[in-house]
């Protein structure tokens, strides 16, 4: 498939909520590749974050979601 082809197809937008699961968690981030926020399932909102995800986010911007002084800033 050709560029133009791929510019002549019609794209539905779906925003995040329309694409994330019921227990999938999402990151938001800027044109740099800053972590704006994370996309918590709603019946996880109370809970700790998953390891997998929570070591993804130690390696790559040095932020441990499940510590106090993170909480309400990037949930």
Do not use: C, R
Not at 38 to 47: A, G, L, R
Not at 60 to 74: F, S, V
């Amino acid at each position: 498939m050709s560029k133009d082809d791929i510019d002549d197809i019609e794209h539905e937008y779906l925003g995040l909520e329309d694409n994330l699961g019921e227990t999938d968690y999402g990151f938001i981030l800027d044109k740099d590749g800053h972590l704006k926020g994370i996309w918590i399932p709603v019946e996880q909102e109370d809970k700790d974050v998953p390891e997998a995800i929570v070591q993804l986010l130690k390696e790559k911007w040095g932020i441990d979601p499940n510590q106090p002084e993170y909480y309400g800033t990037i949930h």
